[in-house]
Structure formats: structure tokens, C-alpha cells
């Protein structure tokens, strides 16, 4: 009797509301609407103006000049600085990259292969500075390494150098704090990654003779490689495009992307400039997410279909 | 077979994690430090520096204004991105994967160049609604990660309790609040801790929108960096990564949700 009932009664939920005449999406439609326009009228609009403004004005003596110009491109590739601190983004970017790879796995294998109290440990120890302001943090690299900083004291209070040189304000310190910052971002989807490895794998790896490092190297590394390509992207992305830690640590000696749209608008004004480097930090971004995650991953697939 | 990490690389995890508390810590000790400039090592102790932030208008301000700007942020991301969520999760709607990519958008596009987007348009207005700015802007970012977290909570509501819930004679109102609400809970709460956290910490955003009556904490901490070097900003670095404590404090005792949780 119950199981019949149900059986005549319980309608799947999406077939139920099709009779309906207006369209079964049309509710759906109106719980999205408000964030939709939220989103277009508040974000999309203003970001596709920018990118327009970098293509139709130009500032000459101080004056915006409107039609369309790729003068501001042109400017932004053909005048040595700004290549400079391009290059200097990408390279910041890139150094963090493997700085957070090198560090990120151990933590992860800790997440991934230790004890329950370690993996929880690990992951509190790495996840919760993610809580504190990234403002506090630049500060506190600034503390240590600046030329009275916690770092030189304790050099020259250990006898190894008289007066070391400060690395405060140098693009040393930019990468420091952005590997410090951006750490929880490799070391979370690598560890999840890892933790997806069967450990039956690694054991015949083991029995079969092959050493830990072996082990790493040949079986736990290749079936990494997806979590590691999400961590990869993440870290490129959020470094080129950070600001805080190049403003506070870089101070104008090492500029990058971001430091440069702030200085053109705050002491040149020159928004259509301006609006060019936002489009190019744009570009970085969406082409360092599009290689990392998908040529990669299918090279990665590749690659890893051999150490099946 | 045993498992247990090698005693090397337990080494290794526990180097690694030392370094990346000494910024947390560094400002901490020079914090109690009892001369007028930042030495390192501290020499004396004393908590006149805290009593002197405690006693700054400016910091309160900050503070307090930061407190107001990421509740307000906080409700206005969950009364928009609940419904989206249930919209995305419940309904086949034309266009949904471009639904998607815009909502998930502002996570890609650095924050630096949302905030001067932002900033041409309301110059372009003339806007002066300075707080409307900051909510909107501060919104724009926070949005994805309330949609993201309730989505994954909707997609883990069991159907057929709701369907067990109407054929008991519940109304839909019933089933929404009773049925579907306690399923859902741990993602919405999830998802405004997070949108609390971002938009308090902002500083990108919030930089190209604030003016001096508008003025977040971030904001003022940097404006110290920039200004003074008296153990003052260790001080309130200090007072914020203890504040950054409580909200880890809270949240896992309040509302039961794991760090590890927020950040995946």
C-alpha cells in the first residue's frame, strides 16, 4: 500500500512543474535575475568600458583624445620600462611558481599521507594566515626584512656579516611575501590530488624495490601533475596580478603591472594608459590560466597515462 | 606497509610551517617591545603601543567602519547569491554556463583592475555615495564565493525527502524552511564567513573607492606603514592577527564549519 501510493504520488520534481504553461525555467530564470543584473551592470560593464577606453582615447599634453588608437598598446611595448616591469611580473610570476612547488609539497604529502592529528595540523598551519589581512602580512615581511630587520639582525648577531645589504624594497622581497601568500593555493589542490592517488600504487612501487625517492619521483609525482597544474595557475595568476606586496615590499624601485596602473592613474591621470596595462594584466591572467589548465592538463594526461 | 611520513620530510613540514608563522610573529614580539623604534631583538617589554592603537580614533574608526562594510557586504552577497544558486542548482535554464562564468568572473579578473573599473564608471556618474561604492564593489568580489559554496550545498539536497515532505502535506513553504534550509545551512554559512573575511581584508577594491570619511582598516594600517615607524603598527598588526584568531575561533565553534572548508 505505502510503496504504491508513492509510486503514483511522488512525481520527479522537474517533470511536475513542466505542465505548467509558462516555460520550467522561467522561476529559475527570475532567482538569477537580480545577481545577473547585479553582475552586468556592476562588473562586466565597467570592465568591458576600460577595455574600450584603452582602445579609443589617449592622453596628449594632459588631454584625452577620443577615436580609435592603439597608441597606448604601442607605448606599452615599444618603451623599455614598461617591458621591463612586464617582464619583471612574469618573472615574479613564475619564480613564485616554483618556489610554491618546491615548498608546496611536503605540506601536502603531510596533508595527503599523514596521520589524521598531522593532516589537520598541516592543513590549519597552512590555511589559517589565508585569514590574516594581507596588508599585516607585507608588514611583517617589511619587519624582517628590512636593514634593522629581524633577518640582518640575526645574521650579524651570528657573526656572518658585519653590515648585510637589506632586501627590503627589491623584487627578493616582492617574491618572498608572494610565495608566503600564495602557498595555500598550491598546497590545497596538490594535497587533494595526492590524497586521490591509490596507495596500493605506491606500495607496489615500494615492494617492487624502488626507493622513496624513487617512489616520489616516478608514481606520486606524474599522478600529481593535475592538482599541480590548478596550483600552478592559481599562483601565476594571483602574483602577476598582485598589488599589496609590490606596493608595500617593492617600493618604486620594482614596480610590476600592478603598481604601474596605480601610478599612472594617481600621479599621471592618464586612464586610457592605464587602461591599457589593466587589459594586458587581464590577458596575462586569462593566457596563464588557459595554458596551465588546459594544454597542460592534456599533456599531463598524456604523460600520466604512461605511469598507469 | 607503513605509511607514516619519513622523519625528513616531517622535518621539512615543520621548517616550512615555522617560516611562514615568523611574519605572524616578528610583529607580535616587536609589539611589546619597550623602545620608541623597532629593534629587533625586543628589548623590555611593555603594552603602552596597544593602549596607545586602543586609544586612536582614526583606528577605531577604521575598524569599526571596516566592521559595518563587511556585514552590510555580507548580507547583501547572501540575499544575491542564494536565490542564484537555487536558480542554478534546481532549474534547466537556457544559458546556464554563461550564467556561471559571469558570476564566477570577478574570481579572474585581477581585483586591481575591477577596483579602477569601477572607479571610471562612478567618476563618470559623479557618484559620491562613497559607502555604495565600497558595498557594490566589494559585492562584485565576494559574490562568487557565497554562489560557489551554496551551489555545492544545493547539489547535496536529497530530492526525495522534499518529495517525502509534500506527500505529507507540507506546503512548499514548509518544505523551504524545514526540509531544504537545514540541508543547505552549512554552505550559506560557509559562504558569508567567507564574504565577511574578503571584504574585510580588502584592500585593492577599497583603495581606488574609499575616501577619508570611508576609510578600512587595511587602508589605515597601510597609511601607518607609510607614515610612522614606532612599534604602533606592530601593535595593530598584532591586534588584527589576534582578531583573525577570534574569526577562526568562531567559526569553528559557532558555526562548525573547518578552515579547510572555507578555502577549497
Known sequence: MAISSSETLALPPLQARRGLQAPPWLPGMWLMAPTVLFLLVCFLYPVLHVMTLSVTAQTVDGANVDGW??????????????LRILLRTLRIAALACVCCVVLAYPLALGIARGTPLMARL?????????????????YGWSAILSRNGALNQVIKGLGIADNPGQLLYTEWAVLIACVHVYLPFMVMPLAQAISRIDRSVEEAARIAGATRLQTFWRVVFPLSLPGLSVGVSLVFSLSAAAYVMPQILGGNFSPLLGTLIEQQIVSLSDWPFAAAIACLLIVVVLASNIV????????????????? | MNHTINPWLRGVIVLILLAS??????PMMMAVSDTPNIVFPPRG??????????HTEEAQASFLFSLKLAGVVTLVSLALGIPAAAGLVRFRVPGKGAIVGLVLSPLVVPLIVTGVALLQVFSMLGSHATFLQLVIGHTVVCLPYVVRSVTSSFMLVNASLEDAASVLGASPAVVARKVIWPQVRPGVLAGGVFAFIVSFDDYPISMWLADGNHFPIPLYLDSQIQLSFDPSIAA?????????????????KVFGISIARLAT
Open chain 1, 292 to 308: 596551465f589548465l588546459r594544454f597542460f592538463n592534456r599533456r599531463f594526461a598524456r604523460w600520466t597515462a604512461g605511469a598507469r
Open chain 2, 21 to 26: 608563522m615568523m611574519p605572524l610573529v616578528v
Open chain 1, 69 to 82: 588608437t592603439l597608441a597606448n598598446y604601442t607605448r606599452l611595448f615599444s618603451v623599455d620600462l614598461y
Open chain 2, 236 to 252: 595593530i598588526s598584532t591586534l588584527m592577527i589576534f582578531f583573525a584568531l577570534l574569526l577562526v575561533l568562531v567559526i569553528e
Open chain 1, 122 to 138: 598541516v592543513t590549519v598551519a597552512v590555511v589559517a594566515p589565508l585569514l590574516v589581512n594581507v596588508v599585516v602580512r607585507a
Open chain 2, 45 to 54: 617589554f611593555t603594552l603602552k603601543w596597544f593602549s596607545k592603537v586602543l
